[in-house]
């Protein structure tokens, strides 16, 4: 990190006037400054009121006053241990709190109480001042993700608060071997953001270079928390829609990754959790496959596989042969429908794409209470009122209500909507070339998979069908019994 502040005097006063100018504590109301009195010393002390505990800062408080002054003499040995300056005499004799360090850098001054810690400035510290890590973040509780719940297992989740997160993950796996390593991001925000893995499983060489590449960030904030560092992540490709990032809101998830030796982001502010690498494959997984028997999670692991994969060639296939219907057998004639209404049907499949993500973003905008049921019977009004005055057959209702239903199977939004971009693109291509547009669009799906780069480049996004490993295939598929 650049400086951008000058150093400490050995002056207090021009110290704390130093402090006061940067932190702003005239034009800030929740830029707290109190000053202390310990015999013949002085102690200021700096925090951000509601970042800080209370009860912790008036017992020190209390106990500071308690002092005779801040001076303390130099014991036998004492250099063997530490280094003999007065601030840190006083932290090792006179403040009884766990988290504590000594700096003399002003932007790590500064820095540290934005983030919620206290600064003490002392008049016999000198160039030097203590950090207290008292800080304490306004968070929720730790309840089930919403867009991750289970039917059988753990009821927690991640929150907006990082050490929580750590935390939890810590709650999981009692291993010395997992490893917090933490550093920030952003000029401004300077967000917090921990690199999580085992150290006897991950491949440290991908660990570094993801460290590296987390260091070598250049921009001014994340805003966004998760989504602001995987687009500084993700090298610009723009037109494949494919996701590169798998995230979890669960715990039981996240540690479950990192025994399998894959490596996690976890960001302040943000509830969400980053797996990396990630392939197309991973984005299949569920918790709920592993709180069952085997032979249950399996039969649901490859119903979701089946169901989701329909969401993307289910309606391109029917246009193609209600387009052709002398390819049609007899046995599948019902599926030509006998009245195509009066918009053409690739227009029909195209409007019901849209209308879908309309409610879609209406119900999301809707309060809770009425959500549910204006969806539902928007949901019928429009649906009727369409095959009534023939904008909409019932045969694109059908096929389109099971595609939105289905997109449900896998918690992935930007899977979800890859698969859409995808399946609209086959649908135009298809009315536009017909036999040749849909093979082309199946070209262009599978070169997209192909070409999809991972954060790191050491994972191939269709491993482990390439490069092939069977039995990590296998165990994609069929959730077996793990002996070890």
């Known amino acids: 990190m650049e400086k951008q502040y000058g150093c400490l005097t050995g002056n207090y006063v021009d110290n704390v006037r130093t402090m006061d100018g940067i932190l702003h504590v005239e034009d800030n109301f929740d830029v707290i400054k109190k000053v202390l009195h310990i015999g013949k010393d002085h102690m200021t002390l700096y925090y951000i009121d509601g970042f800080v505990k209370d009860t912790v800062m008036q017992k020190l408080m209390m106990h500071f006053l308690s002092q005779k002054g801040m001076s303390f003499p130099v014991e036998e040995g004492e250099a063997v241990f530490a280094p003999i300056t007065p601030a840190h005499r006083f932290m090792d004799h006179a403040l009884p709190y766990v988290e504590t360090d000594v700096t003399d850098s002003v932007d790590t001054m500064v820095q540290m109480v934005l983030s919620g810690a206290v600064l003490m400035l002392g008049s016999t510290f000198g160039a030097e001042a203590i950090v207290i890590d008292a800080r304490t973040y306004p968070a929720r509780e730790t309840g089930e993700p919403e867009g991750d719940k289970v039917m059988r297992g753990a009821r927690d989740g991640f929150v907006e608060t990082l050490i929580f997160n750590t935390a939890l993950v810590r709650r999981h796996i009692r291993n010395p071997s997992l490893t917090m390593s933490y550093l920030t991001v952003g000029e401004s925000s300077k967000t917090d953001v921990v690199v999580c893995y085992m150290a006897d499983r991950a491949d440290m060489q991908y660990v570094e270079k993801l460290k590296q590449k987390l260091n070598s960030i250049k921009t001014d904030a994340l805003p966004m928390g998760h989504e602001s560092l995987a687009e500084c992540l993700i090298n610009t490709r723009w037109y494949n829609p494919f996701p590169k990032i798998r995230y979890t809101e669960r715990p039981d998830a996240a540690a479950a990754q ?5 490596v996690l982001v976890i960001c302040d502010n943000s509830p969400e959790v980053m797996i990396l690498p990630t392939s197309i494959f991973d984005f299949m997984q569920e918790t709920n496959d592993f709180y069952f028997p085997p032979l249950t999670g399996t039969y649901i692991r490859i119903v979701r596989h089946v169901v989701f994969w329909l969401t993307l060639f289910l309606t391109p296939t029917w246009y193609l042969l209600i387009r052709n219907p002398g390819i049609v057998p007899s046995w599948m004639g019902f599926i030509v429908p006998t009245e195509v209404g009066r918009v053409p049907i690739i227009v029909q499949l195209l409007l019901a794409e849209f209308i879908i993500d309309g409610l879609r973003m209406a119900s999301l905008n809707t309060p809770n209470m009425l959500s549910n049921s204006l969806s539902v019977v928007g949901g019928l009004i429009l649906g009727d009122f369409a095959v009534g005055i023939g904008w909409l057959i019932p045969e694109v209702i059908l096929y389109m209500a099971f595609v939105a239903i289905a997109n449900f199977t896998q ?29 082309i669009g199946l070209l262009t799906i599978g070169v997209l998979l192909a070409t999809n780069a991972t954060v790191g480049d050491t994972r191939r ?21 793990k002996r070890d």
């Open 411 to 439: 918690r992935s939004y930007e899977l979800g909507y890859a698969f859409k971009f995808l399946r609209m693109l086959l649908l135009v291509l298809t009315a536009t070339l017909n036999f040749w547009g849909f093979g």
């Open 461 to 481: 996004y269709l491993y482990p069908l390439v490069p092939f490993n069977a039995r990590a295939l296998k165990s994609l598929f069929f959730r077996v019994k």
């Open 258 to 262: 990192l025994l399998e030796g894959n």
